[in-house]
């Protein structure tokens, strides 16, 4: 008991035909007994404040088939499977920061693989149309490679047009930036831990709501266990989580073959308490019309208890971190 910081000495436990009456207050101050007729006039006042006509009922995510198909980012359980190299990591950053900057709502992107540093250059490759690893070399790499002689440039005006593009770009991003975290967890991060920084964050942006991504999840479960084994028990814990703090939680999910799959549809018989399951996959016929390394994607929506269930087409710029919804599948 000492590794819960609280001792149960000194608790009084109430006596026996108190218990009932302890548990019957809690839960009416807990769960106001009103019947639905009752609680009617307030729910329609409270209908009748939403003057803004919306089109789905959640957080825009950024890509119009996406939000129509989902009815928005609303609170719950999201789960994006999928293969590696297949651009996961890339589309779940690129959603976290688009929710932020259209809905103006904190979010959190949660590493257990990819550094900061790698994170805020996929963002920056997106929105300056600058190739990753231009910006990874840095701005020593881009004057040479621009033919302007490596120096120290005390003239804003004598930065070459690359670099220039780079920094107005993240300046443009700036007020939603200020809305984005990302936090490197470590090797051990468990969900309590993430639990509690969910908490803190929530705290520092002053917000109740924040949208919460979590890269490769399978790593918060036991590593003895097989994948197989991991997935049900870990996607039960994030759902819980999203229920209790009444925010999405976007979880990604690698399918590293332990689970053999021949249909997308599948997953939903493997896990059962995401709200919303999405499995990417590539499309190689449509691939076929792209030029390398840019891929063609198809996203399944094959759970969604807030919208359809359906097949949304992407295409996957990896130079620049890029998703971009396509036209067919």
């Known amino acids: 008991m000492d590794g819960?910081?609280?001792?149960?000495?000194?608790?009084?436990?109430?006596?026996?035909?108190?218990i009932a009456n302890l548990h019957r207050n809690s839960m009416a101050a807990k769960y106001p007994i009103e019947s639905?007729?009752?609680?009617?006039?307030?729910?329609?006042?409270e209908l009748e404040r939403e003057h803004a006509v919306k089109e789905i009922s959640g957080w825009e995510t950024g890509f119009t088939n996406l939000s129509r198909a989902l009815d928005g980012i609303l609170p719950g359980l999201y789960l994006l499977i999928g293969p590696p190299a297949c651009g996961k990591t890339s589309l779940a950053k690129q959603l976290l920061d688009q929710v932020v900057m259209q809905n103006g709502v904190p979010g959190a992107f949660f590493s257990l693989t990819e550094t900061s540093k790698e994170l805020r250059i996929k963002t920056l490759a997106r929105l300056s149309g600058l190739e990753r690893r231009e910006i990874r070399r840095g701005s020593a790499y881009l004057l040479h490679w621009y033919g302007v002689p490596k120096a120290h440039y005390g003239d804003f005006e004598q930065l070459p047009p690359s670099w220039e593009k780079l920094k107005q770009s993240a300046r443009e991003a700036k007020s939603w930036l200020d809305l984005t975290y990302i936090v490197e967890c470590e090797a051990n991060t468990d969900l309590r831990e993430i639990e509690k920084c969910i908490g803190?964050?929530?705290?520092?942006?002053?917000?109740?709501?924040?949208?919460?991504?979590?890269?490769?999840c399978q790593r918060l479960g036991r590593r003895d266990q097989a994948m197989a084994d991991r997935l049900p028990i870990i996607a039960e814990q994030l759902?819980?989580?999203?229920?209790?703090?009444?925010m999405p939680i976007f979880a990604i999910w690698p399918n590293?073959?332990?689970?053999?799959?021949?249909?997308?549809?599948?997953?939903t018989e493997k896990?059962?308490?995401?709200?919303?399951?999405?499995?990417?996959?590539?499309?190689?016929?449509?691939?076929?019309?792209l030029t390398e390394p840019n891929q063609a994607l198809t996203l399944h929506i094959v759970?969604?208890?807030?919208?359809?269930?359906?097949?949304?087409?992407?295409?996957?710029?990896?130079?620049?971190?890029?998703?971009?919804?396509?036209i067919t599948i």
Request: aromatic share 8%; net charge negative.
């Open 36 to 45: 639905e007729g009752e609680q009617l006039d307030s729910f329609l006042d």
């Open 271 to 289: 896990v059962a308490s995401p709200d919303v399951i999405l499995v990417l996959e590539k499309n190689f016929e449509r691939n076929k019309t």
């Open 4 to 18: 819960l910081g609280l001792s149960m000495r000194n608790c009084a436990l109430p006596q026996t035909g108190k």
């Open 256 to 267: 590293l073959g332990e689970i053999v799959e021949s249909q997308p549809p599948s997953w």
């Open 200 to 216: 803190e964050l929530r705290a520092a942006a002053n917000h109740e709501k924040i949208f919460v991504v979590i890269d490769d």
């Open 239 to 246: 759902q819980e989580t999203a229920v209790n703090l009444k």
């Open 303 to 326: 759970k969604n208890r807030g919208g359809e269930k359906c097949k949304l087409a992407f295409d996957f710029f990896p130079a620049f971190s890029k998703f971009a919804e396509a």
